[in-house]
């Protein structure tokens, strides 16, 4: 129940193309779904989030679509560029203090100029 | 100015020491964890610490410990250290929704 089931494993866009990432979680206490980028040698760092009471996000070329009633929700990269090259994350957590987010496994990203 | 500041960024050690990784924030974050990157990148938590006090112990062998001297400071002390125990060592803290993390440890053990 605790788990974040992240798809694909590894994904190659061509630049200017839309990279699509899927999450999927089975804990309905969730409350807080975030998206990390990670790029090789540095640490995660926050893209963009959602709470399970919006349908969707956008911050610049990034959009968070969130499905409650399938619990699922996805990250779209708009116009794809090849600085977009990096892992992705998303994560969940049950709101309380110190709880930790729960990541799934991670989409290497690859776009191709 | 570093929010999330590991030291050292790399350590190759021999099986059957023990070593320390520090992490120090000044986001002024309540809570703050310890997560371990595999070679699959996939992301766990191990601890975290909310004011000081433990509040996740995830199954961690305990030749792991953590030690929170002050909300700002956490530190990974790992005794007899095993070749399974090469990874990345992710700080991080967080505040109300927030998590922000470290640029993390590389540890080879050899």
């Known amino acids: 129940q605790q788990q974040v089931k992240q798809s694909p494993q590894s994904l190659i866009v061509q630049k200017g193309g839309i990279s699509i990432i899927n999450c999927a979680y089975e804990?309905?206490?969730?409350?807080?779904f975030p998206w990390y980028q990670q790029f090789p040698g540095k640490g995660p760092a926050l893209l963009i989030a959602?709470?399970?009471?919006?349908s969707e996000k956008k911050e610049g070329r990034f959009t968070i679509s969130f499905n409650k009633s399938a619990k699922q929700f996805s990250l779209h990269i708009m116009d794809s560029q090849p600085g977009d090259s990096a892992t992705y994350f998303c994560?969940?957590?049950?709101?309380?203090?110190?709880?930790?987010?729960?990541f799934g496994k991670g989409t290497t990203l690859s776009v191709s100029s | 100015d570093t929010a999330v500041s590991q030291t050292p960024k790399y350590l190759v050690t021999q099986m059957g020491n023990d070593k320390s990784i520090k992490c120090e924030q000044n986001?002024?974050?309540?809570?703050m964890y310890w997560y371990k990157q595999d070679s699959k990148k996939f992301l766990k938590i191990m601890f975290s610490?909310?004011?000081?006090?433990?509040?996740i112990n995830e199954t961690v062998p305990n030749r792991f410990s953590p030690k929170s001297p002050d909300k700002a400071h956490l530190n990974l002390h790992i005794n007899s250290l095993e070749l399974g125990d090469s990874a990345v060592y992710f700080c991080?803290?967080?505040?109300?929704?927030?998590?922000?993390f470290g640029s993390g440890t590389r540890l080879t053990v050899v």
């Open positions: 991080a803290s967080s505040q109300v929704g927030g998590y922000t």
């Open positions: 959602i709470r399970p009471d919006v």
């Open positions: 804990n309905t206490a969730f409350d807080y």
């Open positions: 986001l002024g974050h309540d809570t």
């Open positions: 610490y909310n004011n000081k006090e433990l509040i």
């Open positions: 994560a969940a957590r049950v709101y309380q203090a110190g709880t930790a987010l729960i």
